[in-house]
């Protein structure tokens, strides 16, 4: 059984920075895709930033130059650091992983298999 637990997030001023964190566990094998998905209230679920296997990243247009995707495999652990954060980078952000290697547009949710609880990020003006 895949698990994906989230950590890090909480409140922070228009500027700062924040890194969240996604520990993985329960894979048997295969080197998935992983990424960051986030969702604020009354809107839909969007896809933040993805990481293959082998490193190539992958950014929505409004992160891109603020976030970094990374993963350290040693520890099976994901990560997101937000850097010049904006009121409107407030959402749950979830954390995501496939199968496999995903084929195609890697920031779309229905690519993944296994989801995280999420860890609420809240940006202040």
């Known amino acids: 059984q895949v698990q994906l637990v989230e950590s890090g997030g909480g409140s922070v001023q228009a500027g700062g920075s924040l890194r969240i964190s996604c520990a993985s566990s329960?894979?048997?094998?295969?080197?998935?895709?992983m990424a960051w998905f986030r969702q604020a209230p009354g809107k839909e679920r969007e896809g933040v930033a993805a990481?293959?296997?082998?490193?190539?990243?992958t950014y929505a247009d409004s992160v891109k130059g603020r976030f970094t995707i990374s993963r350290d495999s040693a520890k099976n652990t994901l990560y997101l650091e937000m850097n010049s954060l904006k009121p409107e980078d407030t959402a749950m952000y979830y954390c995501?992983?496939?199968?496999?290697?995903?084929?195609?547009?890697?920031?779309?949710?229905?690519?993944?298999?296994?989801w995280g609880q999420g860890t609420q990020v809240t940006v202040s003006s």
């Open positions: 990481i293959a296997w082998f490193g190539t990243t």
């Open positions: 329960g894979y048997t094998g295969g080197r998935p895709s």
């Open positions: 995501a992983a496939a199968s496999g290697s995903v084929i195609g547009w890697v920031l779309s949710a229905a690519k993944y298999r296994y």
